[in-house]
C-alpha cells in the first residue's frame, strides 16, 4: 500500500515562534501533495496543493507568507507556520497523490499543532 | 465550484445492524467519489471509492452506490461492528487533471451501540 508520514505527530510551540511539520510518502512518488487543516468536530479544509519544484497554490483565505509550503523533491513537502499564534492551533493533515496521476490520494497521520 | 453535502451528521445503530451515510455533489464534472474513516487523532484512510462509470462497488462489508443523474452517492455498511465507530467522510473529485482537489462532506460520526 502506500504510505504517508508526518513528523512530528504532536507539537507544542510559543505564540510568535515558527514550527515546521514534514509530509513524506515512504513507498511512492509524489508529484502533488496536499495540506489540510482540521478544527475539531469539523470536516478538513484543504490550504494548499503542492507540486513538486514549483509554487504552491493556496485556497481562498490562506496567508502564503504565513503558511509557507515547501514541495523539494518527490516524497517530502514540508508545512511551516510562521508567527504563531493560538488560533493556529489545529489538526493538520497532508495527502499525497502519487505520480501517475491517479485519483487516489494518501492521507498522512496527521500533526496536532498547540500554540501556547 | 463543487459543493458536497452529507446526512446525517451523527448516526447510532445496534451492532449488527446496517448504516447508510448519504452523500450529493453539484457539479457533473466529478467523476470520482472516494470515503474515508478517520478515527480520532488519525488521519482519514481511503475504505472504499468509486468511479463515476459504475454505478455499484462492493468490498466484504461495505458497498458504495452512485447515481449520476440524481448525484447522490451513499456508503453502506452492513453487519456493523465496535470497530466500525468513527467519523465518516465523503468527497468527490471534479476535475480531471491530476491536480484536481478532493472536495470533502462535512462527516458522519458513526457510533455502534453493543
Known amino acids: 500500500g502506500a504510505v504517508v508520514s508526518q513528523h512530528p505527530s504532536r507539537v507544542i510551540c510559543k505564540s510568535g515562534t515558527s514550527v515546521k511539520i514534514e509530509c513524506r510518502s515512504l513507498d511512492f512518488q509524489a508529484t502533488t501533495m496536499f495540506w489540510y487543516r482540521q478544527f475539531p468536530k469539523q470536516s478538513l479544509m484543504l490550504m494548499a496543493t503542492s507540486n513538486e519544484g514549483s509554487k504552491a497554490t493556496y485556497e481562498q483565505g490562506v496567508e502564503k507568507d504565513k503558511f509557507l509550503i515547501n514541495h523539494a523533491s518527490l516524497t517530502l513537502s514540508t508545512l511551516t507556520v510562521t508567527s504563531a499564534h493560538p488560533e493556529d492551533s489545529s489538526f493538520y493533515i497532508c495527502s499525497a497523490r502519487r505520480q501517475t496521476g491517479s485519483y487516489e490520494q494518501y492521507f498522512g497521520p496527521g500533526t496536532r499543532l498547540t500554540v501556547t | 465550484g463543487e459543493n458536497v453535502e452529507q446526512h446525517p451528521s451523527t448516526l447510532s445503530v445496534q451492532e449488527g445492524d446496517s448504516a447508510v451515510i448519504k452523500c450529493t455533489y453539484s457539479?457533473?464534472?466529478?467523476?470520482?467519489f472516494p470515503w474515508y474513516k478517520q478515527e480520532l487523532g488519525k488521519g482519514p484512510q481511503l475504505i472504499i471509492d468509486i468511479r463515476s462509470n459504475v454505478g455499484e462497488k462492493k468490498d466484504q462489508r461495505i458497498a458504495v452506490t452512485l447515481n449520476k443523474t440524481a448525484k447522490h452517492f451513499s456508503l453502506h455498511i452492513t453487519e456493523t461492528q465496535p470497530e466500525d465507530s468513527a467519523v465518516y467522510f465523503c468527497?468527490?473529485?471534479?476535475?480531471?487533471?491530476?491536480?484536481?482537489?478532493?472536495?470533502f462532506g462535512s462527516g458522519t460520526r458513526l457510533s455502534i451501540r453493543p
Open positions: 457539479d457533473s464534472a466529478s467523476n470520482y
Open positions: 468527497a468527490a473529485t471534479p476535475l480531471y487533471s491530476s491536480a484536481s482537489k478532493i472536495i
